[in-house]
């Protein structure tokens, strides 16, 4: 996969697919003595963010008529209600509050469901104490994460 193709270029690095992928990055940034505004760090950062994007590609598809694939999200994401149609999966993805690092890490995982918080703010402050920071607008996103 995208995300464990970019984890095993650092071969000193031993990456454990169980953990957040976020948490997985910051152990390499640790790991590899990384600071804020280090050249090496912030090419590791931009190679992360893209990895992520073609993770989410790859795992959920690019296609926004995808049905199976808005399912699949719904499922992860613990989505309660119809989720007979793509409009019916978008309407209730857009009703939750939850990170897309996490829908990515949970999918990867096979089990559970993301953590969905009370309000935008909750999960703002979440994606910042976590650093779950997801480019949704990246250059490589698939039309169906562009809809999202």
Known sequence: SPLNKFFLSYSAFEHNKLNSSAQEFQRLRRSCG???????????????????VKEFNWLFGTEPTD????????????????????D??????KSQNFSLVDLIDTRRRGTGVVQVFGSKESLSEYIKETASY???????????????
């Open 34 to 52: 990384w600071r804020r505004w280090d050249p090496e760090g912030d090419r590791a950062w931009a190679d992360f963010r893209q990895a992520l």
């Open 67 to 86: 049905l199976l694939a808005w399912q699949t999200m719904c499922q992860f994401a613990g989505t309660i209600g119809k989720t007979d149609t793509c």
């Open 88 to 93: 019916n999966c978008y309407l209730a993805l």
């Open 134 to 148: 997801f480019p949704r607008n990246h250059p490589k996103a698939g039309n169906l994460l562009r809809k999202l």
